[in-house]
């Protein structure tokens, strides 16, 4: 981790934070399922949508990132910033 932060908008941060708190309810939802015995089919269905919500979560601070902290890097000639989204784009598409 690093010590650099971000400055968010009370939107942004409620944004984000539902999207958690959705999340978060879909992995409780998991943890049920399994301590339920429910049919596997129906728990890899769940699985798949908290997973579709994790990239939701991603794709929207992802686009906070880019309009954000990258776009004021490159105003201030910060060269790194691009390499540094470059790698996380990488480990974002594995």
């Not at 798949?48 to 991603?58: E, K, L, V």
Request: hydrophobic share 35%; with cysteine; glycine share 8%.
């Amino acid at each position: 981790m690093t010590d650099k932060k971000t400055s968010r908008t009370a939107a942004q941060k409620k944004a984000l934070t539902n999207r958690l708190k959705r999340l978060e309810g879909q992995i409780r939802g998991l943890e049920k399922m399994i301590e339920d015995d429910a049919y596997c089919n129906d728990i890899l269905q769940q699985s798949m949508s908290a997973g579709s919500a994790i990239d939701g979560f991603n794709q929207e601070l992802l686009g906070y990132h880019i309009k954000g902290c990258v776009t004021d890097g490159i105003k201030n000639n910060n060269g790194e910033i691009v390499d540094e989204l470059l790698t996380t784009l990488r480990k974002l598409m594995k």
